[in-house]
């Protein structure tokens, strides 16, 4: 049948188009949404740029025409016969210098040595490395140690090196024969291997003519059963997915789709390709011009399509789709990744309905907008996997560790069957603690769960660390209501603090500013721990490892008061007996003693070491600076912990004026200036260190050169 008459058909709403022949026949660019084309045959057929949302191509024939066909067999021959001419090139060359060694040619005889040995070390190589940029600096390396000890024989050894580099490409070029010729024509290999010997014998006799003409010819057969064997290994190893071999597979796919059924940049959502064979079928992204003449890449969408049980897909071209990935590939073909590992693999919108993942690895995993309806996912690792917008209905998710999966509040678990999970990979924190989930509490669990972020600790926590970094969060999120929900003790070191958070909130960005500045936090004050107390590393360590202990809480206090809502943790099972401490604290926590002394001390020295301001018309920072810190030291309405904090950002200031870098300067001020407003937003206005901090807090930064 025509395109025009299927256009016509589809147009008066038919969707009918199964076991048509539409062979070399151009849809491109035409819209057929939910047409069924099973058992259709469509080799040659062009569906580039074309939507092709919810098609059936259930059985279909995808693939090249034989006319084609016989053209690729045509050129595979051709340039089997070059190979083969490249081949003879090295062999003749080495066997006339070694078949010539009478003394006045004695270089000649040594050129055929060194090529001999550069031979061997690159085919060494390539077997080694594959067609890497490695290898190719292994054999240049080898090239410049023999160009330095044999410069003297000129011409000759530039003879030798020819012939190895030619015969290193010839290895490429008959690889990529012996893996195109793979696909459809096993014959091919013999008539490459014929073609290679056939021509080898004929150019042997012209190049032998005035030399021993056995040693020549027997070197030229050599390195053309060399080559033909050669090329064949470097083929299977591109065939099994080697990725030092990889420059084959391209090429030979390349070769063999030309002409074949093209799907470049069309439309494949929801596409059922199921038991269709195709072999030789493009799926690469195409370019197009807009109208200022500026080229736009196309994508080939290929979100949730059906590949169970697609033949040949190994042989399909595929670009930089998920589909590269071979593990990714057989997955979705064979639907069964019983025992697989899938660490950090690309999955998102993947069709995973109904596979077998019972024992996979999943750590990292994207599975972002996946669709995994009713599958298998018993004893699954999903820990760190990203599961945003993901679609678990139905599926099996007893005994997975779901420790930081990354969830949103439109990642869907209606009628998962789960009897209980682990929190903590290793199979630690089992959830239910006891005992198995009743239907429907494992979905009620998890939605508690994505309105919070969990930070976890496992070497203890250093909870004066703690407080400043989560102060600091609140600061840089002050659009975001950020509470603590609950503290857990796991025991060994571990600590769960669990962060209540809106629904919609980027917790991946607040749980990385976390880590980043509690990171900080930690050197600032190990580093201030040594100073005051003049401890040693044990003695700090001793310090983190008893604050682990959540009682340590009430006793060490942070030394700012945070507001943290008693919320008790989340809900299980009411016959669960979970051993876990839980500290759920109500009212507010206070720091442990602070050495406000060695603080002021600290401030003075960074002010201090400020030059006197030469200008006149400039504010005087050292003096505007030495207001501030005494106004905070002698105002009686703020705590100690305040004062702390305020006379830290004093020293960042101080600091920040003798900072060179822009960036790293104006951090500093921008932090000092936002602690200073939420700290003295909790204070009347009527203390002495709001009036004060609002005239010389703006002379300060101008000073620094900031706008106020």
């Not at 003409?213 to 050599?222: L, P």
């Not at 080229?295 to 071209?317: F, H």
């Not at 057989?330 to 990744?337: A, F, I, K, P, Q």
């Amino acid at each position: 049948m025509k395109a025009s008459e299927v256009l016509r058909r589809y147009a008066a709403g038919e969707r009918d188009f199964r076991r048509i022949d539409l062979r070399g026949q151009s849809f491109k660019g035409q819209d057929l949404s939910g047409a069924d084309f099973s058992e259709a045959d469509i080799r040659g057929t062009n569906f580039t740029n074309t939507i092709l949302k919810g098609t059936n191509f259930n059985n279909a024939k995808a693939g090249v025409q034989k006319r084609w066909w016989w053209i690729q067999q045509g050129l595979a021959f051709i340039v089997s016969a070059l190979a083969g001419i490249l081949s003879v090139f090295p062999g003749a060359t080495i066997g006339t210098f070694l078949s010539d060694n009478s003394l006045d040619r004695q270089t000649y005889f040594i050129a055929g040595i060194v090529a001999l040995g550069l031979m061997i070390i690159t085919f060494i190589t390539i077997a080694r490395q594959g067609f890497i940029a490695r290898t190719f600096s292994t054999i240049s390396i080898a090239f410049g140690f023999a160009f330095t000890g044999f410069i003297a024989v000129n011409f000759a050894f530039t003879g030798s090196v020819a012939a190895v580099l030619t015969f290193a490409f010839s290895v490429v070029v008959s690889s990529v024969i012996a893996f195109v010729s793979a696909f459809s024509f096993a014959g091919a290999f013999a008539g490459a291997f014929a073609g290679s010997v056939t021509v080898a014998f004929t150019v042997a006799g012209v190049v032998a003519f005035t030399v021993n003409i056995a040693i020549t010819v027997a070197f030229v057969i050599a390195f053309s059963i060399v080559n033909f064997l050669f090329g064949t290994y470097c083929s299977r190893r591109a065939f099994k997915g080697d990725g030092k071999f990889s420059i084959v597979r391209t090429f030979g796919v390349a070769f063999r789709t030309t002409g074949g059924t093209s799907f470049c940049g069309a439309d494949l959502t929801h596409v059922n390709f199921n038991h269709a064979i195709l072999k030789s079928t493009n799926f690469m992204n195409t370019w197009k011009k807009d109208r200022q003449g500026k080229r736009l890449e196309s994508q080939t969408v290929l979100n949730w399509v059906n590949w169970q049980a697609a033949k040949k897909l190994d042989y399909a071209r595929v670009g930089n789709s998920i589909l590269t990935n071979p593990a990714v590939r057989e997955l979705l073909v064979t639907r069964n990744g019983y025992k697989k590992s899938y660490i950090d693999a690309n999955l998102r919108a993947t069709n995973l309905d109904g596979v077998n993942l019972e024992h996979a690895n999943l750590t990292w995993a994207d599975l972002t907008c996946a669709t995994l309806h009713h599958a298998n996912l018993k004893d699954t690792n999903l820990t760190e996997s990203l599961v945003l917008d993901t679609d678990f209905s139905g599926a099996t998710l007893t005994g997975s560790c779901l420790e930081a999966w990354n969830i949103d509040h439109n990642t869907k678990l209606d009628n998962v069957d789960c009897q209980y999970v682990y929190l903590l990979r290793n199979q630690q924190e089992r959830r239910p603690s006891s005992g198995d989930f009743a239907p429907g509490e494992f979905t009620k669990l998890f939605q508690e769960v994505l309105s919070t972020v969990d930070l976890i600790f496992r070497n203890g926590v250093d909870w004066r660390a703690f407080v400043a970094a989560f102060q600091q969060v609140q600061v840089e999120n002050e659009d975001t209501p950020l509470e603590i929900q609950s503290i857990e003790n796991k025991g060994d070191g571990v600590v769960v603090v669990r962060v209540s958070v809106p629904t919609d909130t980027n917790k991946e960005k607040i749980h990385s500013e976390f880590n980043q500045q509690y990171e900080l936090a930690l050197k600032a004050l190990e580093a201030r721990y040594q100073a005051e107390l003049q401890a040693k590393e044990g003695e700090i360590s001793r310090y983190r490892e008893d604050s682990a202990n959540m009682w340590e809480v009430i006793k060490l206090q942070a030394k700012k008061p945070i507001h943290v809502q008693a919320i008790a943790e989340v809900k299980t099972m009411s016959n669960s007996n979970d051993s876990s401490q839980t500290v759920n604290i109500g009212g507010n926590v206070t720091g442990s003693t602070i050495n406000l002394g060695a603080i002021s001390g600290n401030v003075t020295n960074a002010i201090n070491q400020l030059p006197e301001t030469s200008n006149p018309d400039q504010p005087d920072l050292k003096q505007l600076l030495i207001q501030l810190k005494e106004v905070i030291e002698a105002d009686p309405d703020l705590p100690d912990a305040d004062k702390a904090d305020l006379l830290e950002q004093v020293q960042n200031l101080a600091e920040a004026k003798q900072t060179e870098e822009p960036a790293q300067k104006e951090g500093l001020a921008r932090r000092a200036k936002k602690m200073f407003e939420a700290t003295l937003k909790s204070l009347p206005d009527t203390a002495k260190i709001v009036e004060a901090s609002s005239k010389l807090l703006p002379l300060i930064l101008k000073a620094l050169g900031f706008p106020v």
